[in-house]
């Protein structure tokens, strides 16, 4: 009977973590998009700096000023990265909490409501920093055509 109860728990636990798997799987397209999104960055100012000192004629910004440009959008994909990466971590913890409270009895409760918190404000930041990212990328575009 023990045995019985004890799979009870832990069926029940794996219930409650299928939806934070799902957000892992989330975060990790997240992740993906911001990894893609830096490997353009990078090519990008690959190309700059193998123009050297010329111009292109079509450009409307000069190679100093995009390749600052290009560093504050890296640098804001990389800091997206890295609390994408923290939301993941905390989301992981949060499976982990509930699996070794359910296995040895704890009351973990405070704890698992806290690292949910944690990734929830660390995916939020993430996400807010991807959007500043596509703003600069997107305003910068539009204001060199014009």
């Not at 045995?3 to 799902?22: C, E, M, Y």
């Not at 911001?34 to 010329?54: E, F, P, S």
């Not at 699996?99 to 690292?115: E, I, N, R």
Request: charged residues 15%; aromatic residues 8%; hydrophobic residues 60%.
């Amino acid at each position: 009977m023990v045995l019985q109860t004890s799979i009870d728990a832990i069926t029940h636990a794996i219930g409650l973590a299928v939806a934070p798997v799902f957000l892992l799987t989330a975060i990790a397209t997240l992740i993906t998009t911001l990894n893609n999104r830096l490997g353009r960055i990078i090519d990008r100012r690959r190309v700059v700096l193998a123009r050297g000192g010329q111009q292109c004629e079509d450009e409307t910004m000069s190679n100093a000023t995009e390749l600052e440009l290009l560093s504050r959008r890296a640098k804001l994909v990389y800091l997206s990265i890295l609390f994408a990466v923290a939301s993941a971590l905390m989301v992981c913890l949060v499976v982990s909490c509930a699996f070794f409270g359910v296995l040895f009895t704890v009351v973990l409760a405070d704890l698992l409501a806290g690292f949910f918190v944690l990734a929830m404000l660390a995916l939020i930041t993430s996400l807010s920093l991807f959007l500043r990212e596509v703003f600069v990328a997107v305003f910068t575009a539009t204001h060199a055509n014009r």
